[in-house]
């Protein structure tokens, strides 16, 4: 795909690299000289070269997003694509929200959006896969480690099998939570749906996770994380 040169995306971020992108809180939001999202946003419609330093915030974010919802070569394209609709758009973010977090993973979700029938069938093969791994590890000095990653990959295979059978709005609801890092504002503000339609949405998406893996739900630690702060 062509790419704007202005922001030097040309792959998925290198190994190692030193982006500093990360989860609300971590200082991913500002940069060195302490410029929110919105400021280097609004200095990038004179100086274009200035948006890059969003790039280097939450490419990271963006492609392991996209990676574990349509896999490592999708996101690729994705998380490039993301940054080139945000560069085109960039005069048109509100500049009152400081933090581009939830719009950019509004982007990138939106792309998803695209490729539902993929995701849906990623998911299934994941399930596949992990519904075949080998019962027995077949030496007793690896008998509990293989024990382990075979229970492992049996939760896995079974949360990607509920994933898929989920109504698309609200697996993008649970998975901009859960694997996006987004509270529920901000989950709110990236899907442009109101908080309270957040809420129901993640409730029933994991109410049918619970009811599908036997009362167990692997992404529910984000949402114990978010209720001391209700009220």
Do not use: C, N
């Not at 202005?6 to 200082?27: I, K, N, Q």
């Not at 200095?43 to 274009?48: A, F, G, M, N, V």
């Not at 070569?73 to 758009?89: G, N, S, Y």
């Amino acid at each position: 795909m062509t790419v704007s040169p202005s922001l030097g995306v040309h792959g998925p971020p290198e190994a190692g690299a030193t982006a500093t992108a990360g989860g609300p809180g971590s200082g991913a939001e500002a940069g060195a000289d302490g410029d929110s999202d919105a400021s280097v946003i609004e200095r990038s419609w004179d100086e274009p070269d200035v948006f890059a330093e969003l790039f280097h915030r939450y490419a990271d974010d963006i492609h392991r997003y996209a990676a574990r919802r349509l896999g490592t070569e999708a996101a690729d394209d994705l998380m490039a694509e993301t940054f080139v609709i945000a560069f085109q758009r960039r005069r048109r973010y509100d500049l009152s929200r400081p933090h581009a977090r939830p719009w950019l993973y509004g982007i990138v979700t939106r792309l998803i959006g695209g490729h539902r029938r993929a995701e849906a069938r990623r998911l299934r093969a994941v399930s596949r896969v992990a519904s075949a791994a080998p019962a027995d590890g077949g030496g007793e000095p690896l008998a509990e480690r293989v024990a382990a990653r075979i229970s492992a990959e049996s939760t896995r295979g079974a949360l990607s099998a509920a994933l898929a059978k989920l109504p698309a709005r609200h697996r993008d609801v649970l998975l901009v939570i859960a694997w996006g890092d987004l509270d529920y504002a901000e989950a709110a503000e990236a899907l442009g749906i109101p908080v309270g339609t957040v809420r129901s949405r993640l409730h029933r998406a994991r109410k049918k996770l619970r009811e599908a893996l036997g009362g167990s739900d692997p992404t529910a630690f984000r949402e114990e994380q978010e209720e001391p702060r209700r009220g």
